[in-house]
């Protein structure tokens, strides 16, 4: 089994993290701007950006991107405690079923935890199978479904 190694996504992960970040969109039929790609990026790789980024690397700390997840903090009305949502997270279909999944996600809970958040969240479409067959093992359905109320 090939070590997966998570770190925080650097500025020379530029055009892998954009090539993952696409397959993700795309996956769900979303279509970006090139402006949103770079200010995404732009608060990815701040030091103390509002949304924080994760990259997975087969062999090396220094391999390239085999996966990324993005996710961010924020406060909650039933707890005094922060919580943390998992936002993105897009593994490369060659990589896939190895690990990689499990990894990003045991590494936002583990900045979660470390941060001192209630608890960790995520979406995904209802008939992403492929996706839930790993949330369905480590994570818990919690019955709620999500609505969307365009403001713009």
Not at 86 to 112: H, N, S
Not at 124 to 150: P, Q, V
Request: hydrophobic share 40%.
């Amino acid at each position: 089994m090939v070590e997966i190694v998570v770190n925080p996504i650097i500025p020379a992960d530029r055009d892998r993290w954009a090539e993952l970040w696409r397959g993700y969109l795309d996956f769900y039929e979303t279509r970006l701007p090139p402006e949103i790609y770079d200010h995404t990026w732009q608060r990815l790789i701040a030091p103390e950006g509002s949304i924080h980024g994760l990259g997975a690397r087969l062999g090396s700390a220094t391999a390239p991107l085999a996966g990324i997840v993005h996710y961010l903090f924020h406060p909650h009305a039933w707890t005094p405690k922060e919580v943390c949502y998992l936002q993105d997270l897009f593994v490369d279909p060659t990589a896939r079923r190895g690990g990689v999944g499990r990894a990003l996600i045991e590494a936002v809970a583990a900045a979660a935890r470390d941060r001192g958040c209630h608890r960790l969240y995520w979406t995904t479409k209802e008939d992403n199978a492929t996706a839930r067959s790993l949330y369905d093992r480590i994570g818990r359905f919690n019955g709620f479904i999500r609505y969307d109320y365009t403001l713009d």
